[in-house]
């Protein structure tokens, strides 16, 4: 009984994606500018429109409905980029700015320049800013995350720091691309680091 059920869910699915793929992929190409966005959230958007198959409207309806899906998957994709950049402006606020190589107003977060910075560090540096810088957790709390002392994790915190803003000038000076993996390693926290 169940069998025949997944079948017509099969089959229905595979009418709304013939259909509508080609116009959901113009919409968000057109909004996105950027053919990565585009195929992610698109599929974000069908697996939504597989998961709620059965409430999937009739008739012209179901445009209509895919659309809304695919644009509410869109906000949330810009609403992550906007965190993102905005966790960007936190840890530059919080890193030592008596050297003028990290002055704020001539930093623009979505430039690329801050992360590559940032994933050139050790593993264990990383950890240490995103603990206090992006968490907002205090020395103590972070500390104890850790298993150090507060001592240790303020002197873990300054190094890190340091070696954030060298890697900063370095990369000010000599512009890289950013590494393909580095996605992978900053969300390792033992991974190999590059310098």
Same mark, same amino acid.
């Given at each position: 009984?169940?069998?025949?059920?997944?079948?017509? +869910? !099969?089959?229905?699915?595979?009418? !709304?994606?013939?259909?509508? %793929?080609?116009?959901?992929?113009?919409?968000? $190409?057109?909004?996105?500018?950027?053919?990565?966005?585009?195929?992610?959230?698109?599929?974000?958007?069908?697996?939504?429109?597989? $998961?709620?198959? %059965?409430?999937?409207?009739?008739? /012209?309806?179901?445009?209509?409905?895919?659309?809304?899906?695919?644009?509410?998957?869109?906000?949330?994709? &810009?609403?992550?980029?906007?965190?993102?950049?905005?966790?960007? +402006?936190?840890?530059?606020?919080?890193?030592?700015?008596?050297?003028?190589?990290? %002055?704020?107003?001539?930093?623009?977060?979505?430039?690329?320049?801050?992360?590559?910075?940032? !994933?050139?560090? $050790? /593993?264990?540096?990383?950890?240490?800013?995103?603990? !206090?810088?992006? %968490?907002?957790?205090?020395?103590?709390?972070?500390?104890?995350?850790?298993?150090?002392? &507060?001592?240790?994790?303020?002197?873990?915190?300054?190094?890190?720091?340091?070696?954030?803003?060298? +890697?900063?000038?370095?990369?000010?000076?000599? /512009? +890289?691309?950013?590494?393909?993996?580095?996605?992978?390693?900053?969300?390792?926290?033992?991974?190999?680091?590059?310098?």
């Amino acid at each position: 009984m169940e069998e025949p059920r997944l079948g017509d +869910q !099969v089959a229905r699915f595979e009418e !709304v994606f013939e259909a509508h %793929d080609g116009t959901i992929m113009a919409y968000l $190409r057109r909004r996105s500018g950027s053919d990565i966005d585009t195929e992610d959230v698109a599929a974000t958007t069908f697996m939504a429109v597989w $998961r709620r198959i %059965d409430a999937l409207p009739a008739g /012209p309806d179901v445009h209509r409905w895919v659309l809304r899906i695919a644009r509410g998957n869109l906000s949330n994709l &810009e609403r992550g980029r906007r965190r993102q950049r905005l966790l960007w +402006q936190r840890l530059f606020n919080q890193l030592p700015t008596e050297r003028a190589s990290l %002055d704020v107003l001539e930093l623009r977060p979505d430039d690329g320049l801050a992360m590559r910075a940032f !994933v050139r560090l $050790r /593993p264990s540096e990383r950890e240490v800013i995103r603990l !206090v810088a992006w %968490d907002g957790m205090s020395h103590a709390e972070a500390a104890e995350m850790l298993g150090c002392s &507060e001592n240790a994790l303020n002197i873990r915190l300054h190094r890190a720091r340091r070696s954030l803003q060298r +890697q900063f000038d370095a990369l000010r000076s000599s /512009p +890289q691309p950013l590494p393909s993996d580095a996605g992978e390693r900053m969300g390792s926290a033992d991974g190999p680091a590059d310098a």
